[in-house]
């Protein structure tokens, strides 16, 4: 996979670059799986960062994410949009083209993108936009205007992924049930684990997937919602502990409604790197049966992002 560089663009000053040399995993991924939750950066030299940024990483490279999704033993990636690129797609767009079919993208657009724009992002492999609520990460984007362009790719059959943290969720709760498109909710809303799965936080969260049958969830990032570990590195098969029973807790009562993904390069990260080979070995633990671990890994993202393929492992 290389080192990472940083294509002339001076990194933000407590920047985790990934992880370079990642183990093999032990788990040994379904045919057809795919990684539903990854991103490229850059390379800055080719594709800058946008000038609104909050945060200028590493560069990560299509061909560095190939090589990881190689490496790990997926098929097919999912590549979600970088907030550090703004709402230029070219990087997002080059590397879903770069994939030859086995890349589907989820894109940033404004109010203003015409439908000449969603129509290239449409052949380019783009499935579905972005909106993010975390307000370390982006500028508050009003919600007419995203109400506005969530109906305009409902008819291009895309759907929304929603990133937020848990505290936030009541009052974006009449929102969320306003979209009119599938949603995917990122990294389950970032619960707080250290409140334990049976919190109100939680319950909220487990009540608004359960009552609406459009939401789908990223079981990703035990990484980020770690308190006590053990962390993903030197070897260590039984990562991230206090996250187990939240992700596996929707895994077995949303078996259909379920992604996996690494999120590679992991931005913004300030406690530790993980390992992505002992990231995939987490997999198992949130998913224990051959049927789960297929729906989670092949069935369901199949069906969101490749409906042709739908039936098909490779």
């Known amino acids: 996979m290389g080192k990472p560089t940083t294509g002339g663009f001076e990194k933000t000053s407590d920047w985790l670059d990934w992880y370079a040399d990642p183990s093999r995993p032990t788990f040994k991924l379904p045919p057809g799986a795919v ?3 990854c991103h490229v950066f850059g390379p800055g030299a080719q594709f800058p ?3 609104e940024r909050k945060y200028t990483p590493c560069d990560a490279s299509k061909d560095q994410l190939f090589a990881l999704r190689d490496h790990l033993g997926f098929t097919r990636n999912v590549i ?12 997002l767009v080059d590397a879903c083209r770069a994939a030859n079919g086995r890349a589907r993208g ?15 992002l449409h052949g380019a492999g783009v499935r ?25 790719i409902a008819k291009l059959g895309w759907h929304v992924v929603i990133y937020f943290e848990a505290q936030d969720l ?27 799965v049976d919190s109100e936080e939680f319950a909220l969260f487990l009540k608004f997937v359960r009552e ?19 962390r993903a590195l030197n070897g260590e098969k039984n990562a991230y502990t206090d996250v187990v029973p939240f992700a596996r807790k929707l895994v077995e009562e949303f078996p259909d409604r379920v992604l996996w993904g690494t999120d590679w390069p992991h931005p913004n990260l300030k406690s530790h790197m993980p390992d992505d080979g002992l990231l995939v070995d987490f997999i198992p633990h949130i998913a224990p049966t051959e049927e789960l671990q297929r729906k989670l890994l092949v069935d369901n ?3 969101l992002y490749w409906p042709e393929l739908a039936g098909k492992t490779s």
């Open 35 to 37: 990684d539903s939750h």
């Open 212 to 230: 609406h049958e459009n939401v789908m969830t990223k079981v990703t990032c035990p990484e980020r919602l770690t308190k006590s570990g053990p």
């Open 301 to 303: 993202p199949t069906r």
């Open 170 to 196: 009541p009052e974006l709760w009449d929102f969320f049930t306003s979209i009119p498109t599938t949603v995917v909710v990122d990294h389950m809303g970032r619960p707080d684990v250290s409140r334990g």
């Open 49 to 51: 960062y946008a000038p």
């Open 128 to 152: 579905g936009v972005r909106f993010n609520f975390v307000k370390r990460l982006v500028d508050f984007t009003p919600k007419d205007e995203l109400q506005e362009i969530a109906a305009r």
């Open 106 to 120: 989820v894109g940033t657009v404004k109010r203003t993108v015409t439908d000449e724009e969603l129509q290239r």
């Open 80 to 91: 979600v949009q970088a907030t550090c690129h703004g709402a230029d797609n070219s990087a």
